[in-house]
Every structure is written in C-alpha cells, then in structure tokens.
C-alpha cells in the first residue's frame, strides 16, 4: 500500500434531490439509502481503506457536518476531517484540501471522490484507480475517471476524448454539458465520449501547478498560509478567508482549462444516486418491480415503485404505478416518478412558504 497514495472524500453536499429523507443537517450521504445498514459515507470510506492507509484519508466537507462524520467513520481523527465554513463549490474545497496535503506530503498521489456514489463492482473500480495513480506518479497529469455510457442520458456532462491511447489512458479534448437527447445520441455512437462522474486523479503538485496558472485567485487565498496548514492557527486562517473564494467548480476553474487532461474510461456498475429514481434503478426490486424500505407495510396493485417507510409508521398502500412514495420526519412525499425533477423546485417553494424547518 503506498504511503503516498492519499483520498480527498467530498462530502459536503445537501443531497436535495432525496428530500425528504436527505435534509440539511442530514443529508444522503449520512443515510443508509440502500438499506444495508451502512451509508454511502461509510461504503466509499471502506472502499479507499483497499487503497492507502487509513490516516490518508480526509473528508472535505461542511464544517456542520464534522460531528456525524466522526459517528460515523470507526477510527477516523478530528485532524482528517477538512472543514470548509461556507459553501464555495468544488474548486475552493479541492484548493484548501490540496494544499493541506502538501503540507504533509509534497509527494502525495491524490485521488478527489464523491462520498455518495453507488460502485457495484469495487475490485475493477479500484483497479482503473490504481491505473490512473500509476499514470499519474509519472506524468504531470490531471486524470478524470470517465464512465462509459450505457445509454444516451441527459442527465450528465460528457467527455470527448482521443482515441489513439497509452496505456488506456486517453487525451482529453473537450468537456460537454449536460446534451439533449438527440445530441446524448450522438454521443454514443461516436464512443469517445465518457460521462463526467466528478472523480479526479493528480499529483499534489500537478493541481497546485494548475491553480496557480489558471485559477490564481483561489491559489493566492490559500498559498498565504502555506506556513498555517496542520497547525493550531490552521482553523482561524480558513475561517477567516475561505469565504472570499469565488464560488466555481473544479470543472470550471481547472479542467477545462487545462490542456494536460486525461480520462481513463471505464465501466464499474457506477451510479451517482443522484435522484430516487437512479435509487430505484440501482436498487434489488420485488417481483411487482417495486423497491421498497419499510417494516410495517401493507402495499397491493402497486408496481415499478419505490416505497421508504419510517420504521415506527404503519403504511397501507393501493394502486400506485411509477411512483416515488417517502415518509420521512415531518414530511411526505407521494409523486411521479417520471415528474421527479419537478421536486426540488417545489420544495424549495414550500420552505419559503411554510419555514425551513421542512428543508
């Protein structure tokens, strides 16, 4: 296992899309959302303990958070959760994480990861992330871990890549939005396209060589204290300037900006459980294709479902189709699933009516 091999877990989202189950003091990568009696924190923390010592793996995340995390990771220190006071988007947390790190390692191998992805097949998803740290170590390189699509979906950003290669490892040439559906089409039957799952794979000196030539801003804010990181005056220096970082994506401010971007692509059973409905397309399904979380449930004439259930509520459920059905604290939710994107713009409309105690 090698010692400079280091884990940035990103978990700082509020995960609105699974209201109301996810909440902002207790968000879906808190939650046992798949019912196995582990979250998706603790799944993606357990799958990087294959890669590097445990001590080598920080959680960046919102400082609201801290005190769950440390529930939640057996054996995980105060000193490895990277606290951001404000939400500035990706590209400050990576910055503050990146120089942290550098501090302890100047040599560090980095891999940057969402804490709330669903991987199905763990060994080959850390076998590609051994491939990328390999390339890494000897290239200065800024890796993305790209998902081969297994549809035309609307719902991610895609990568072009070149096809000529080395190694499996391709150039990067553009990064695309979010595409309609006749361009997802083309896409895919081009094949040199990836979905974009926000996983990144660099040197520490590859990244910050990269802030400094193509997002100075955030690379001055944090480079003044270089002398502060992993000490006692580490906390007051963040809270202190971390809020003055522009409010941008890593995506953005760095990768496609840089011309030294590669993917590998790759195929792992991904998912980004970033909706109920990608939850119920992950999850096992009855024989009336329903994926139900709930003990005390009496459910007939429903079917291609998904049913979570508070464990002390009694539910009587007839006659649904397609839809999403969520008992959850002070909150129910009963909606099409095919009309699911509508959700969080009608529950952010709730909270301005009735209170965000419901958020």
């Known amino acids: 296992m090698d010692k400079n091999n280091f884990v940035l877990i990103m978990a700082g989202g509020v995960g609105s899309r699974f209201w109301p189950k996810s909440r902002n003091d207790f968000p879906k990568q808190f939650l046992d959302i798949l019912g196995i009696g582990k979250s998706l924190l603790q799944l993606t923390y357990e799958r990087f303990l294959k890669l590097c010592p445990a001590k080598n793996i920080f959680i960046v995340t919102n400082s609201q958070y801290q005190d769950i995390i440390l529930q939640q990771l057996e054996g995980i220190s105060p000193d490895q959760i990277i606290c951001e006071p404000s939400r500035n988007n990706t590209a400050p947390c990576i910055a503050y994480a990146s120089f942290k790190v550098n501090s302890l390692n100047p040599d560090a191998n980095i891999v940057v990861a969402p804490s709330d992805h669903f991987i199905l097949y763990e060994d080959i998803f850390i076998e590609k992330i051994r491939q990328a740290l390999a390339f890494t170590d000897k290239n200065e390189a800024l890796l993305t871990l790209g998902i081969t699509p297994t549809r035309p979906d609307t719902g991610y950003g895609y990568i072009k890549y070149e096809t000529?290669?080395?190694?499996?490892?391709?150039?990067?040439?553009?990064?695309?939005?979010?595409?309609?559906?006749?361009?997802?089409?083309?896409?895919?039957?081009?094949?040199?396209?990836?979905?974009?799952?926000?996983?990144?794979?660099?040197?520490?000196?590859?990244?910050?060589?990269?802030?400094?030539?193509?997002?100075?801003?955030?690379?001055?804010?944090?480079?003044?204290?270089?002398?502060?990181?992993?000490?006692?005056?580490?906390?007051?220096?963040?809270?202190?300037?971390?809020?003055?970082?522009?409010?941008?994506?890593?995506?953005?401010?760095?990768?496609?900006?840089?011309?030294?971007?590669?993917?590998?692509?790759?195929?792992?059973?991904?998912?980004?459980?970033?909706?109920?409905?990608?939850?119920?397309?992950?999850?096992?399904?009855?024989?009336?294709?329903?994926?139900?979380?709930?003990?005390?449930?009496?459910i007939r004439e429903t079917t291609n479902s998904i049913i979570h259930i508070n464990g002390e509520?009694?539910?009587?459920?007839?006659?649904?189709?397609?839809?999403?059905?969520?008992?959850?604290?002070?909150?129910?939710?009963?909606?099409?699933?095919?009309?699911?994107q509508e959700i969080k713009e009608v529950v952010k409309n709730m909270g301005l009516i009735h209170g965000d105690r419901f958020n």
């Open 313 to 340: 509520k009694l539910a009587v459920i007839r006659g649904l189709d397609d839809f999403i059905i969520v008992d959850e604290g002070n909150a129910l939710l009963i909606y099409p699933k095919s009309n699911e």
């Open 164 to 298: 000529d290669e080395a190694g499996g490892v391709h150039k990067v040439t553009e990064f695309k939005e979010k595409p309609s559906a006749s361009k997802a089409r083309e896409f895919l039957s081009e094949g040199n396209y990836v979905w974009n799952a926000g996983i990144f794979i660099w040197k520490v000196s590859s990244i910050l060589k990269a802030l400094k030539q193509h997002s100075v801003e955030i690379y001055n804010i944090f480079e003044a204290g270089n002398n502060l990181y992993n000490t006692v005056n580490e906390r007051a220096f963040i809270d202190t300037h971390y809020p003055n970082c522009p409010n941008i994506s890593i995506d953005y401010a760095i990768m496609e900006r840089a011309e030294n971007v590669y993917t590998i692509p790759a195929e792992f059973g991904w998912s980004d459980l970033g909706t109920w409905a990608s939850l119920y397309e992950a999850a096992n399904k009855n024989e009336e294709n329903n994926v139900i979380a709930a003990s005390q449930i009496d």
